[in-house]
């Protein structure tokens, strides 16, 4: 069935770093694309998606590309933020929404 | 707009004591999914309405969970007995259209601590 593999976690930076977080998909069919953000004691929120190959989502600094050769989704920002803490969800949707395990980040000031 | 509505924000339980849980979705959304959140098993999830008929219970953990949908603004998730492993934050969550869109509005979720 649909997976998603997200690197574990937890992700500590320094306040303007660049930020990686990998995740890579295994799907049958040609599903869409999702990063989801979620803030201490809150929801999931919908960060970015991409519908198809070679996509690029983009949301609050962040981006990441669809890329079906290497079936991967990798979550980027240039410069981050104190505010950018909290968990990362990569998911895939094809029948069904499938989430990762989620990556936790904190920046440090 | 408003979001998804939750209630309760915290529940605190003993063992075989009834819960419910509930779930305002967003006006005008016909799909509404339950999910639960554990460090251990992490995000899965437990039932899928589509125009309030449930669609997919495949991870529904148990004949102690049951979901309802008796309109297109409320949804219930019972559990009962409760157990201490039912321990979780449950989150519900409304979208425009079906699962394969992906484009869920979550709610704030419902901390269960079953003692």
């Known amino acids: 069935g649909d997976s998603v593999t997200q690197m574990e976690g937890p992700v500590t930076l320094s306040e303007e770093a660049f930020l990686t977080i990998n995740c890579t998909y295994t799907a049958t069919g040609y599903p869409s694309l999702f990063w989801y953000v979620q803030y201490p004691g809150e929801g999931l929120q919908l960060l970015l998606k991409?519908?198809?190959?070679?996509d690029k989502g983009s949301n609050k600094g962040f981006e990441a590309t669809y890329r079906k050769e290497t079936t991967s989704f990798h979550l980027e920002k240039g410069s981050v933020q104190v505010s950018d803490s909290a968990v990362y969800f990569c998911?895939?949707?094809?029948?069904?929404?499938?989430f990762g395990t989620g990556t936790r980040l904190t920046i440090i000031p | 707009d408003a979001g998804v509505i939750q209630s309760p924000r915290h529940e605190v339980t003993e063992m075989g004591q009834e819960v419910t849980l509930r779930c305002k979705p967003i006006s005008g959304h016909n799909s509404l999914f339950w999910y639960r959140q554990t460090m251990m098993r992490g995000l899965e999830l437990l039932i899928y309405f589509n125009n309030n008929v449930p669609i997919d219970d495949s991870g529904m953990p148990e004949d102690r969970f049951s979901a309802k949908m008796p309109n297109a603004s409320f949804s219930t998730l019972k559990i009962q007995p409760s157990e201490p492993r039912d321990s979780a934050v449950y989150f519900c969550?409304?979208?425009?259209?079906?699962?394969?869109?992906?484009?869920?509005?979550f709610g704030e979720g419902s901390r269960l601590t079953v003692l």
């Open positions: 969550a409304s979208s425009l259209y079906g699962p394969d869109t992906g484009e869920l509005f």
């Open positions: 998911a895939l949707s094809d029948e069904k929404l499938t």
């Open positions: 991409a519908t198809k190959a070679d």
